[in-house]
């Protein structure tokens, strides 16, 4: 999940939002710290449980990293100011997106994480012209 994120952070624009579906335990975290690394974060990523976003300015340009599994609500995204996180020059990796139903903007592509044997199954839908981009870009990343 680390390596394909790595690669896979090459893909995304300034504006994207990511959603990230998977049970727990599925890599969702450690697909974001592959994505974060491959952008040039050198530190530690941890997954925002408590704190719901955890931002890293990066040479590339601001990364949000949502986790709102703990998310009582939607309504609390509206006093956390979601609005000033997803704005076209950032790029925001949300796990649990369905915790945010109603208040999150539909994203560009979603990933759904899932176990097969030992390893993870990707697979994807795009929501947006952006996010057919991305899924073209991404189908040539893994075939190469």
């Not at 579906?21 to 990523?45: F, N, P, S, Y």
């Not at 941890?46 to 704190?51: D, E, L």
């Not at 990066?58 to 709102?68: A, C, E, I, Q």
């Amino acid at each position: 999940m680390v390596a394909f994120g790595e690669r896979f952070s090459a893909l995304l624009k300034p504006g994207t939002v990511l959603f990230l579906h998977g049970d727990l335990g599925m890599g969702k975290t450690t697909l974001c710290r592959g994505i974060l690394r491959g952008a040039g974060h050198q530190g530690a990523v941890k997954s925002p449980t408590y704190t719901l976003v955890e931002p890293y300015e990066l040479s590339r340009g601001r990364f949000y990293h949502f986790d709102l599994y703990r998310l009582g609500d939607p309504e609390e995204l509206e006093y956390l100011g979601i609005r000033d996180y997803l704005d076209e020059s950032s790029i925001s990796l949300i796990e649990w997106p369905e915790k945010g139903a109603g208040i999150l903007p539909s994203a560009d592509i979603e990933l759904n994480i899932r176990a097969q044997g030992t390893g993870r199954v990707l697979t994807w839908h795009t929501n947006t012209e952006k996010g057919e981009q991305l899924a073209d870009n991404l189908t040539e990343l893994l075939l190469t």
